[in-house]
């Protein structure tokens, strides 16, 4: 499976981006996929995740009201709808796909890992 993340970019505070992840090798249909991000000099931390049916999306504190995962599994793509960006939002954003149906918030769970996309939030 080979994940193609995209959509990052520079934007201002309390402004919106949405980021894909586009599939290709086999269909992730049965996969539970997340959404991790990196800052600079942090580790990575989970951002969203959701299950192969796109039922029980969960998401990071820091994110919950903002962020809305959702996935289509007829197009092979999940998407991270991030509205009311803040600057401490700013990481570069990954993509994964779990071995298992559901998605999990630790990344030892996730197989499959995308090259990530930037995002910037300025003030």
């Known amino acids: 499976v080979q994940l193609q993340a995209s959509g990052g970019g520079l934007v201002q505070a309390g402004g919106s981006l949405r980021l894909s992840c586009a599939a290709s090798g086999r269909a992730v249909s049965n996969n539970g996929m997340g959404w991790f991000r990196q800052a600079p000099g942090a580790e990575r931390e989970f951002v969203a995740g959701i299950s192969w049916r796109g039922a029980s999306p969960h998401y990071a504190d820091s994110v919950k009201g903002r962020f809305t995962i959702s996935r289509d599994n007829a197009k092979n793509t999940v998407y991270l709808q991030m509205n009311t960006l803040k600057p401490e939002d700013t990481a570069v954003y990954y993509c994964?796909?779990?071995?298992?149906?559901?998605?999990?918030?630790?990344?030892?769970?996730?197989?499959?890992w995308g090259q990530g996309t930037q995002v910037t939030v300025s003030s």
């Open positions: 994964a796909a779990s071995l298992k149906s559901f998605a999990s918030a630790s990344a030892r769970e996730y197989r499959y």
